[in-house]
Protein backbone atom coordinates (compact mmCIF):
# COMPACT_ATOMS: atom_id res chain seq x y z
CA UNK A 1 0.00 0.00 0.00
CA UNK A 2 2.89 2.60 0.64
CA UNK A 3 4.42 1.66 -2.54
CA UNK A 4 0.78 2.63 -4.32
CA UNK A 5 0.97 5.82 -2.58
CA UNK A 6 4.31 6.62 -3.39
CA UNK A 7 3.77 5.78 -6.98
CA UNK A 8 0.61 7.28 -7.40
CA UNK A 9 1.61 10.96 -5.32
CA UNK A 10 5.18 10.73 -7.97
CA UNK A 11 3.66 10.16 -11.05
CA UNK A 12 0.64 11.09 -10.82
CA UNK A 13 0.25 14.15 -8.50
CA UNK A 14 -2.94 15.39 -10.21
CA UNK A 15 -5.16 12.63 -9.66
CA UNK A 16 -7.73 12.23 -6.83
CA UNK A 17 -6.64 9.02 -4.97
CA UNK A 18 -8.90 7.32 -2.51
CA UNK A 19 -6.84 5.07 0.21
CA UNK A 20 -9.78 2.70 1.33
CA UNK A 21 -8.25 0.92 4.32
CA UNK A 22 -8.76 0.60 7.89
CA UNK A 23 -11.05 -0.73 10.47
CA UNK A 24 -14.97 -1.30 9.47
CA UNK A 25 -15.91 2.24 10.41
CA UNK A 26 -13.16 3.89 8.99
CA UNK A 27 -13.75 2.53 5.73
CA UNK A 28 -17.82 3.31 6.24
CA UNK A 29 -17.07 6.85 6.36
CA UNK A 30 -14.64 6.79 3.67
CA UNK A 31 -16.96 5.71 1.72
CA UNK A 32 -19.57 8.03 2.50
CA UNK A 33 -17.68 10.76 2.40
CA UNK A 34 -14.91 10.14 -0.48
CA UNK A 35 -16.64 7.25 -2.52
CA UNK A 36 -20.03 7.64 -2.66
CA UNK A 37 -21.85 11.40 -2.55
CA UNK A 38 -25.43 10.07 -1.47
CA UNK A 39 -26.66 6.24 -1.43
CA UNK A 40 -29.48 4.50 0.54
CA UNK A 41 -28.83 1.03 1.66
CA UNK A 42 -31.96 -0.65 0.08
CA UNK A 43 -30.89 -3.71 1.87
CA UNK A 44 -32.35 -2.59 5.54
CA UNK A 45 -36.07 -1.22 4.73
CA UNK A 46 -38.07 0.79 6.89
CA UNK A 47 -40.66 -1.11 9.28
CA UNK A 48 -44.19 0.28 8.57
CA UNK A 49 -47.33 -0.88 9.55
CA UNK A 50 -50.92 0.30 7.64
CA UNK A 51 -52.72 2.54 9.73
CA UNK A 52 -55.65 0.22 9.22
CA UNK A 53 -54.00 -2.55 10.42
CA UNK A 54 -52.65 -1.11 14.09
CA UNK A 55 -52.83 -5.31 15.42
CA UNK A 56 -50.57 -6.17 12.85
CA UNK A 57 -47.05 -6.41 13.13
CA UNK A 58 -44.53 -4.08 10.93
CA UNK A 59 -43.35 -5.62 7.87
CA UNK A 60 -40.54 -4.46 5.53
CA UNK A 61 -41.43 -2.04 2.92
CA UNK A 62 -39.43 0.25 0.51
CA UNK A 63 -40.73 4.05 1.29
CA UNK A 64 -41.56 6.59 -1.86
CA UNK A 65 -38.24 7.99 -1.95
CA UNK A 66 -36.98 9.90 -4.89
CA UNK A 67 -35.17 6.87 -7.13
CA UNK A 68 -32.37 9.57 -6.90
CA UNK A 69 -32.30 7.90 -3.15
CA UNK A 70 -31.38 4.25 -4.30
CA UNK A 71 -28.49 5.41 -7.02
CA UNK A 72 -24.85 5.42 -6.50
CA UNK A 73 -24.04 9.01 -6.86
CA UNK A 74 -19.70 8.60 -7.48
CA UNK A 75 -17.46 10.90 -6.29
CA UNK A 76 -14.73 12.44 -8.20
CA UNK A 77 -11.88 10.13 -7.60
CA UNK A 78 -10.00 8.68 -10.21
CA UNK A 79 -8.12 5.72 -8.20
CA UNK A 80 -9.43 3.83 -5.25
CA UNK A 81 -6.36 2.09 -3.44
CA UNK A 82 -7.31 -1.05 -1.44
CA UNK A 83 -6.55 -4.89 -0.78
CA UNK A 84 -8.63 -8.12 -1.93
CA UNK A 85 -9.38 -8.88 1.50
CA UNK A 86 -11.45 -5.45 1.54
CA UNK A 87 -13.05 -5.69 -1.61
CA UNK A 88 -14.48 -8.66 -0.61
CA UNK A 89 -15.50 -7.68 2.76
CA UNK A 90 -16.82 -4.48 1.51
CA UNK A 91 -17.96 -5.64 -1.77
CA UNK A 92 -21.89 -5.64 -1.21
CA UNK A 93 -21.10 -1.35 -1.25
CA UNK A 94 -18.48 -1.60 -4.10
CA UNK A 95 -20.39 -3.15 -6.36
CA UNK A 96 -22.76 -0.43 -6.54
CA UNK A 97 -20.42 1.87 -8.51
CA UNK A 98 -19.64 1.74 -12.16
CA UNK A 99 -16.39 1.24 -12.16
CA UNK A 100 -13.90 1.21 -15.31
CA UNK A 101 -11.27 -0.80 -14.71
CA UNK A 102 -10.39 -2.78 -11.72
CA UNK A 103 -7.03 -3.96 -10.96
CA UNK A 104 -6.15 -6.09 -8.52
CA UNK A 105 -2.28 -6.66 -7.42
CA UNK A 106 -1.49 -9.67 -5.15
CA UNK A 107 2.03 -9.06 -4.90
CA UNK A 108 3.36 -10.31 -1.43
Not at 1 to 30: C, F, I, N, T
Request: with cysteine; charged share 25%.
Amino acid sequence: MVKWKLELKARLPAVKVVYYVGQKDERSRKYSQEVCVYCMDVSAPQLLASPLEKDRKPTPVFTSLPALAFQVQPQQFNVLVTTYEYVMRDRAKLCRLEWKYIIIDEAQ
